[in-house]
């Protein structure tokens, strides 16, 4: 059984930065893909970011050059920096492994507000 946690959300001043991890448990499959989401108020989920098995990226269109993704064997990471009011949002994380496995976590709140 495939787990995901998030952590490192908060609360963080326009400009500033925050770190998002998530933790992996569980076997699954390869190839896989794992995402970053995010979802805000009244909006749907988009895409932030994603990352292969092998290291293949993706960012959503708003989100690159300020976010960044990276891997280890047990764990995801979202690395933040410029964050505007409008990344305000829950932020999944998501792992894709074949046709039939698709896990989410239950979320992580940003807030980026003065």
């Known amino acids: 059984q495939v787990q995901l946690v998030e952590s490192g959300g908060g609360l963080v001043q326009p400009g500033g930065s925050l770190r998002l991890s998530c933790a992996v448990s569980?076997?699954?499959?390869?190839?896989?893909?794992m995402g970053w989401y995010r979802q805000a108020p009244g909006k749907q989920r988009e895409l932030v970011a994603s990352?292969?098995?092998?290291?293949l990226k993706n960012y959503g269109p708003s989100m690159k050059g300020r976010f960044t993704i990276s891997r280890d064997d047990a764990n995801m990471y979202l690395q933040m920096v410029s964050l505007r009011p409008e990344d305000t949002a829950v932020y999944y994380c998501?792992?894709?492994?074949?046709?039939?496995?698709?896990?989410w976590g239950h979320g992580t709140q940003v807030t980026v507000s003065s």
């Open positions: 998501n792992l894709i492994e074949g046709p039939a496995g698709n896990h």
């Open positions: 569980g076997s699954f499959l390869s190839p896989y893909v």
């Open positions: 990352i292969t098995n092998i290291d």
